[in-house]
């Protein structure tokens, strides 16, 4: 079947913090697709059909059947989604399309930065490793303010049990004194990066999210760590 806009219901819609939500959108029958983990959908509301607005998949391409993006609560489309879309609504989907893909190759190892919501393909990249059982190594750094902030924690952290190639590093920006979180405290700097890196060569970056978060990441991964620009991979939101 060629691409296709089509409408898709939303089977469930899942509250993952109080600012973000995940949409599951249902094939329409006789809905067929090739597509790749990473890559995002453009979703328009009916009664709205010139504002599109882009979503990364926060599924993976083995699911068949359904696409899941998962949504903050951010300017126009994101509170909408977040505060009013439930099950049984309907969305237009533009196919899937976009190059933020992750290299599964064997020696391969994928380092993917990301903070709040920007984390949300990641999801994809580790589920699609994890069920196939690939060797290639993923390590997430991901950068939150608070505990309460991490999307998809029991999620990622039953993955990092099941996949002994996939590590789950969380950093808080903003915890009080008194928390008790025993993980790493502050931001993403080029040390932390750095601890992670094996085989330099074999590894990738991928940075997500807001343009100010990418670009920064972009700037410490190349110009501080030296790491040459094709060895890194962006998906800017804007
Ligand atoms: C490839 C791609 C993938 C994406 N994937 C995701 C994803 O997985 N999850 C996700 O949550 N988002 C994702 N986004 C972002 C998403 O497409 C939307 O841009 C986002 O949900 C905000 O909705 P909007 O564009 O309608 O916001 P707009 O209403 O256009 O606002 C854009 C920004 O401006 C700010 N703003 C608006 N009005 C004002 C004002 N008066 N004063 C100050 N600031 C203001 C808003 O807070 C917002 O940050 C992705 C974007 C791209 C390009």
Known sequence: MAKIIAEMAIETATMELPDTKTLKLQWPEGYEVDFKTGQ?????????????????????????GFFEVTVKRDGKMGTRIVDWAKAGDKLFVIPPA?????????????????????????????????????????????????????????????????????????????????????????????????????????TVFYACGPTALVEGTHDLVVNELGIPKTQMLLEKWG
């Open 40 to 64: 995002f959908i453009t979703v328009y509301w009916p009664d709205t059909p010139t504002y599109k607005r882009a979503y990364s998949l926060s599924s993976c391409a083995l699911d068949r």
């Open 98 to 202: 976009g190059k933020f893909l992750p290299v599964m190759e064997p020696d391969k190892h994928l380092i993917c930065i990301a903070g709040g919501s920007g984390v949300t393909p990641f999801r994809g990249f580790v589920r699609d490793a994890t069920r196939r059982q690939l060797a290639t190594r993923i390590t997430i750094l991901y950068s939150v303010r608070t505990t309460a902030d991490i999307i998809f924690n029991k999620e990622f952290r039953e993955l990092a049990q099941a996949n002994p190639n996939f590590k789950f590093e969380v950093t808080c920006t903003r915890l009080g004194q008194e928390d008790p979180w025993t993980g790493r405290r502050g931001r993403i700097d080029a040390a932390w990066v750095r601890s992670h890196i094996g085989d330099a060569a074999n």
